[in-house]
Nanobody
Framework: QVQLVESGGGLVQAGGSLRLSCAASGSIFSLNAMGWYRQAPGKQRELVVTITSGGSTNYADSVKGRFTISRDNAKNTVYLQMNSLKPEDTAVYYC??????????????WGQGTQVTVSS
C-alpha cells in the first residue's frame, strides 16, 4: 500500500510564491514518473507538469517559466516550486505517481490534494 501526501498549499497574493511537496510512503520499490495536476472550480483536472525517473519534464504551457518540478528520490518526495502566481492558478493541486512495488507491479496513485488560492 502506498500513500501520497501533499503539503504546502495556501493563500497568496498574485506574484507570490509557494512550494508544494508530495511525499510517498509505503510499499515502494521504485518511483517512476511523477507529476502535479490541478483542478479549478468548475473545471476538469488538468496536467501541470510531469517528471520521469530520469528527470525529463513536461510542463503545461500555462506554467512554463513560472513553475519548476523537482524530486528527491532519497526522500521519495517531489516538489513544485510555483513563482509569479496568478489568480488563474487557483486550484486544488494533486500529486500523481507511478510506483513499482516489490513485485515489480506498476501502480498509479493520487494524493488527497492541497488547495492553492491566489488573490488579485
Amino acid at each position: 500500500q502506498v500513500q501520497l501526501v501533499e503539503s504546502g498549499g495556501g493563500l497568496v497574493q498574485a506574484g507570490g510564491s509557494l512550494r508544494l511537496s508530495c511525499a510517498a510512503s509505503g510499499s515502494i520499490f521504485s518511483l517512476n514518473a511523477m507529476g502535479w495536476y490541478r483542478q479549478a472550480p468548475g473545471k476538469q483536472r488538468e496536467l501541470v507538469v510531469t517528471i520521469t525517473s530520469g528527470g525529463s519534464t513536461n510542463y503545461a504551457d500555462s506554467v512554463k517559466g513560472r513553475f519548476t518540478i523537482s524530486r528527491d528520490n532519497a526522500k521519495n518526495t517531489v516538489y513544485l516550486q510555483m513563482n509569479s502566481l496568478k489568480p488563474e492558478d487557483t486550484a486544488v493541486y494533486y500529486c500523481n505517481a507511478e510506483i513499482s512495488n516489490e513485485r515489480r507491479v506498476r501502480l498509479h496513485y493520487w494524493g488527497q490534494g492541497t488547495q492553492v488560492t491566489v488573490s488579485s
